[in-house]
């Protein structure tokens, strides 16, 4: 099995290098991670150089509009999905917004929406305001003790009047991916549609949508080492069956058809470069050729796989202490690097003293607020989250582990 060359991935983040965040270790990579030398070069160059109307008839406009062109194509190679199926947008949140409204139109008596309360908000919340168009709206329950989403309970509220689920890939709290392609799967026997949020699973690895088996499956390019963007993918299906929320001259294109205000098209262009990132991961590490797929998946794999060996030793330190609480999973392999803990109330208080040692975490809701709820932490005093991703380092774990054992105490 092929081992991730962290030195080699930590030279492609110009972060590492910036004075300003030099003996800093950056643990709240599930906020928003570091963007790869690719996509800040390829940023700099469309403002440079391209930053005029795209798709227009002279060169700056023509290859302006290639870039943006290139950027979807890759991506979605990558994800071994239909270049038409992909859409960007200002943010994820924005995407499902606008997916909802669009939703909105389509109610039919008797129908149904099943939502979870391991969301993020964004997935969620939308989805539970169309109750005031007539849908009725279930909750599937995460279960308290363990934080997870039993498929079981699934089955027990999904029948013929159910149009659409939402879920997470993996909740931003619990950290443990759910298992997409079998819930989207059983979706499907009712003849519901499949809604993916991705968010907090993308970072680690880049889904293979076609394998997956959703109807809609979003993600943020911001947290997956590219710009300010929200990705989303709609099978054919479901975008032909939608009505349009852009121009009405767009009605026609699927790419532009739930975009009602169009993104930065740098940022767009941009989205190319985590292509290039990907590609570099592989090429650094395989020699021989094969299909976009399935570099995607052995790079996921790459990431994954190192991710869960820095990752078991803070699980088993938090895991041996009395004076907190680990939300979720403590085995790493159930895990991906998005670690929550109820300190009672002290969050705020340890992120700040671990900020002043050079550690970068995060403290409060994480828009998870239903979530904390049902397992029983107030949202209010909210939760320390450390998270990290691939070009994280064992230094810098070790650096956390040291740091948290100085101010929780033995």
């Known amino acids: 099995m092929k081992e991730l060359d962290i030195n080699y991935v930590r030279s492609l983040f110009p972060a590492f290098s910036e004075n300003e965040l030099r003996g800093n270790a950056f643990f709240e990579n599930a906020g928003g991670s570091y963007t790869s030398c690719f996509v800040i070069d390829r940023l700099t160059r469309f403002y440079k150089s391209r930053k005029v109307q795209p798709y227009g008839f002279y060169n700056a406009s023509e290859l302006g509009g290639a870039e943006m062109d290139e950027a979807r194509n890759r991506l979605a190679e990558l994800m071994n999905i239909d270049p038409s199926c992909l859409s960007f947008g200002p943010s994820t949140s924005q995407n499902t917004y606008v997916i909802a409204q669009a939703?909105?139109?389509?109610?039919?008596?008797?129908?149904?929406?099943?939502?979870?309360?391991?969301?993020?908000?964004?997935?969620?919340g939308v989805w539970r305001r169309l109750e005031s168009f007539g849908f009725e709206i279930r909750e599937w329950k995460l279960n308290p003790d363990t934080g997870l989403l039993d498929i079981e309970n699934l089955e027990k509220i999904l029948d013929s009047n159910v149009r659409l689920v939402s879920f997470p890939h993996c909740s931003n709290i619990i950290g443990s991916?759910?298992?997409?392609?079998?819930?989207?799967?059983?979706?499907?026997?009712?003849?519901?549609?499949?809604?993916?949020?991705?968010?907090?699973?993308?970072?680690?690895?880049?889904?293979?949508?076609?394998?997956?088996?959703a109807d809609i499956y979003l993600f943020s390019s911001y947290k997956t080492y590219g710009p300010h963007l929200g990705i989303m993918y709609l099978s054919k299906e479901i975008s032909d069956y939608l009505p349009n929320q852009g121009h009405y001259f767009n009605s026609g294109n699927p790419t532009l058809k739930?975009?009602?205000?169009?993104?930065?098209?740098?940022?767009?262009?941009?989205?190319?470069?985590?292509?290039?990132?990907?590609?570099?991961?592989?090429?650094?590490?395989?020699?021989?050729?094969?299909?976009?797929?399935?570099?995607?998946?052995?790079?996921?794999?790459?990431?994954?796989?190192?991710?869960?060996?820095?990752?078991?030793?803070?699980?088993?330190?938090?895991?041996?202490?009395n004076d907190l609480r680990l939300l979720g999973p403590r085995d790493q392999n159930l895990k991906v690097p998005t670690i929550a803990v109820d300190v009672g109330g002290k969050a705020r208080k340890y992120a700040k003293a671990l900020g002043e040692e050079g550690i970068m975490v995060g403290a409060g809701?994480?828009?998870?607020?239903?979530?904390?709820?049902?397992l029983g932490v107030d949202p209010n005093n909210g939760v320390l989250r450390l998270s990290f991703?691939?070009?994280?380092n064992k230094e810098e774990v070790n650096k956390l582990l040291s740091s948290l054992e100085n101010i929780l105490g033995s």
Do not use: W
Not at 389 to 392: A, F, G, N
């Open 103 to 124: 939703f909105s139109q389509f109610y039919q008596e008797n129908d149904a929406i099943i939502v979870t309360d391991q969301d993020h908000e964004a997935n969620s």
């Open 365 to 374: 809701d994480f828009y998870a607020v239903r979530t904390l709820k049902s």
């Open 177 to 213: 991916p759910n298992n997409a392609k079998e819930i989207c799967k059983i979706i499907k026997e009712v003849g519901a549609f499949a809604c993916v949020d991705g968010v907090s699973y993308a970072p680690h690895g880049l889904p293979n949508i076609k394998d997956i088996g």
């Open 258 to 321: 739930f975009t009602p205000a169009g993104p930065d098209h740098a940022q767009i262009a941009a989205a190319a470069g985590m292509a290039d990132y990907i590609d570099a991961l592989y090429a650094h590490h395989y020699n021989e050729e094969t299909e976009p797929s399935n570099r995607a998946d052995l790079v996921h794999d790459l990431k994954r796989n190192y991710e869960k060996e820095l990752l078991k030793p803070l699980l088993d330190f938090l895991s041996n202490r």
């Open 389 to 392: 991703v691939h070009y994280t």
